[in-house]
């Protein structure tokens, strides 16, 4: 989950570093840290807390210019957040810097080994034996891509590593297992880093490491470039044993505006603001010139696809809402037996899998570790494996049979908002497909849908332009210590998201529920104006499950609720039971989440921020989590 920035070229690498850093922060904010390579030696700062703690530190203490340099913010993981275990992590002479993300399961047996020869180890973390290690490899090698192959070979668990030496002033070397990493080249420079977004100000030209490899990157006026390089820089990569590995570069498609707050408060406020662009950007070029599905990215042949008698769709937090309204549509319109997992449990309870099994696989940044660990699992029991995923060149998109992209563009904030919405868009498409292929739905039924989801993006806009009412409620709220949120059918996933974000954000007590359990438990939480958020199904659709919550709403407020309800324009069974009514437009049963979400989004957003919260970077959270 931390994120790590490297850079080798002609600029101030302390600037490029810190900037890619601030870029990055929403990956980890316990603590960050540089290290730059200047005047035949290594100069290193490091604090606890978030990056504007460096740079007051940076400020009074300035480091050194130099050409060479890596970085660091960190989410927690072995060690608390300080100093002290602050990365980069040095050895003991001062030569060596790493920077570190994910989890060294052997380091305890490393970290005793060098205690007996003799290290002294400062830090409570596991990264600080990779620098001691590193150090010795390089005593006896000279090279220090050679070294990180060596340790590299030794480590057990899922790691990114970024490495300078004081001897090679003009090299950066990564490497990466079961966590991201990718390359930057531009003229006479180049990048590593955990996310593009940390280099996209510099270059948009991007190499994929692959699972097991080694980068390095060399200075080197008048040079070739080497794999994937340009004149003046070579990149060079390896597998852990020294063998060239193939390579895939590849272009950014979106520029350094993107990844900025563009005069917004924060990044989630834009990215909410953005749902409607991300919305239709992942409808695009999905529908040929006759009206049907097209999904150029799903490599499974049809014939297989025609074979699948279960699908199963894996994911977490967020991408796991998004998987249980999948399920719902995908029954409905394929008739295909679909189970939803929770990602990190899937593979623990020995799940029935074969060849005629499709595991979905949903993930924004597509490097989740619960969810690769049930994606190889999956694989591993025979069963084809599609990805939903808003990152080119990711692991999860890279291991899977098949990838639908969701074009959703960077999401900075942790709290996701845009990701949720395009991944309800791909998982629509892919239930559409599978109905296209199978012949469950006839070719103008499935583009009467498409239809229907063309129009979404513009019902998207409208719940935005009213969200004035909902803000205001939410800072009336501020002080409240619960709310709960019911639905029923696509609603109650809702209905988890909502809570979910509220948790996020306000770290307040909310649960979701299904409206059906109230009876079964939960309405003895029920009191005295306490906050509840209904999500009502359309009454045009599935008449009786409106007729049923509309009962919920009763029985809740016979107990003194405060009822927050969200129904559709034109449903007027439910404003006798609404303390606070918000209109969303009237949309088809399956896709009502797609307008019915926002409002609870602006809703956690405004109540967070009323209550004094950080709302990109909530406490003890980070946006990709990349260990188990």
């Known amino acids: 989950m931390c994120g790590i920035v490297g850079y080798v070229g002609g600029q101030s690498a302390l600037d490029v570093v810190v900037a890619g850093l ?15 390579l200047a005047d035949g030696g290594l100069a290193a700062g490091k604090k606890a807390g978030k990056l504007v703690n460096l740079e007051k530190e940076l400020v009074g203490r300035p480091l050194p210019a130099g050409a060479t340099g890596i970085g660091h913010t960190r989410w927690a993981t072995h060690g608390g957040p300080t100093d002290a275990n602050a990365h980069p992590h040095l050895d003991n002479a001062g030569r060596v810097a790493v920077v570190h993300n994910g989890i060294i399961e052997n380091f305890a ?72 990493l990718v390359v930057g080249v531009g003229g006479g420079e180049a990048f590593l880093a955990s996310d593009v977004a940390a280099f996209i100000a510099h270059t948009r030209s991007a190499i994929e490491l692959g699972q097991d490899q080694v980068v390095e990157l060399r200075r080197d006026e008048g040079g070739s470039g080497g794999v994937g390089g340009a004149a003046g820089v070579s990149v060079t990569v390896t597998d852990f044993h020294g063998a060239p590995a193939e390579v895939r570069s590849y272009r950014i498609d979106w520029d350094a505006s993107a990844a900025e707050k563009g005069g917004y ?53 967020t991408a796991f809402h998004a998987g249980m309204i999948a399920k719902l549509a995908i029954e409905h319109w394929t008739r295909i037996p679909c189970e939803t997992e929770l990602a990190s449990e899937f593979r623990y309870r020995d799940p029935i899998l074969d060849s ?33 995923c808003n990152t080119n060149g990711s692991t999860i998109s890279r291991e899977s049979d098949a990838v639908l992209y969701t074009h959703a563009g960077p999401e900075v904030a942790v709290a996701s908002t845009k990701a949720f919405l395009t991944q309800l868009v791909a998982c629509y498409l892919v239930a559409l497909y599978l109905a296209q292929v199978r012949g469950s739905k006839w070719g103008d039924e499935v ?7 063309s129009a979404i993006s513009g019902e998207v806009e409208r719940v935005l332009e009213t969200m004035e009412p909902v803000r205001e409620l939410a800072r009336s709220l501020a002080r409240k210590n619960t709310v709960l949120f019911l639905g029923r059918h696509v609603g109650y996933p809702v209905a988890l998201e909502g809570a979910l974000k509220l948790k996020e954000l306000a770290y307040m007590h909310a649960e979701g529920f299904a409206a059906g359990e109230l009876k079964h438990g939960p309405i003895a939480l029920i009191e005295d104006d306490l906050p509840v958020v209904v999500v009502v199904p359309s009454p045009r659709g599935r008449s009786v499950l409106h ?29 006798p039971y609404a303390d606070h009514l918000i209109r969303i437009p009237a ?12 409002p609870l989004q602006v809703f956690a957003c405004e109540l967070a921020t009323a209550r004094g919260n950080e709302v990109d970077q909530p406490r003890n959270l980070a946006k990709s989590v990349t260990v188990e």
Do not use: W
């Open 447 to 453: 583009r009467g849908v498409v239809r229907e989801l």
């Open 587 to 598: 949309t088809p049963t399956l896709l009502q989440p797609l307008v019915s979400t926002v």
């Open 356 to 388: 005629r099994t499709l595991v979905i696989a949903i993930s924004q940044s597509g490097e989740t570790m619960d969810t690769l660990m049930a994606l190889r699992h999956a694989r591993e029991q025979g069963a084809k494996v599609l990805a939903i």
């Open 22 to 36: 601030k870029r990055l922060e929403y990956r980890g904010y316990d603590s960050s840290g540089v290290a730059v």
């Open 547 to 575: 007729d049923k919550i509309v009962s919920n709403m009763q029985e809740i407020r016979a107990r003194g609720a405060r009822t927050i309800v969200i129904a559709e324009e034109g449903d007027e069974a439910v404003v």
């Open 265 to 317: 408060d924060y990044f989630m406020l834009k990215e909410i603001a953005e749902q409607p662009k991300a919305v239709a950007d992942t409808l695009l070029g999905r529908i040929d010139s006759g009206g049907s599905l097209t999904l150029d990215e799903v490599r499974i042949p049809d014939s297989v696809l025609r074979e699948v008698d279960k699908v199963v769709v894996v994911a977490c937090g």
């Open 109 to 180: 047996v490393l970290r005793d080994e060098l205690a007996e020869r003799g290290h002294e180890l400062v830090s409570e973390t596991d990264t600080e034996v990779v620098a001691h290690l590193l150090a010795e490899s390089f005593s006896s090698c000279g090279d220090l891509a050679e070294s990180m192959r060596l340790v590299c070979r030794r480590l057990e668990g899922a790691f990114t590593l970024v490495a300078v030496h004081a001897d090679e002033p003009d090299v950066v070397v990564g490497a990466r297992r079961n966590s991201p």
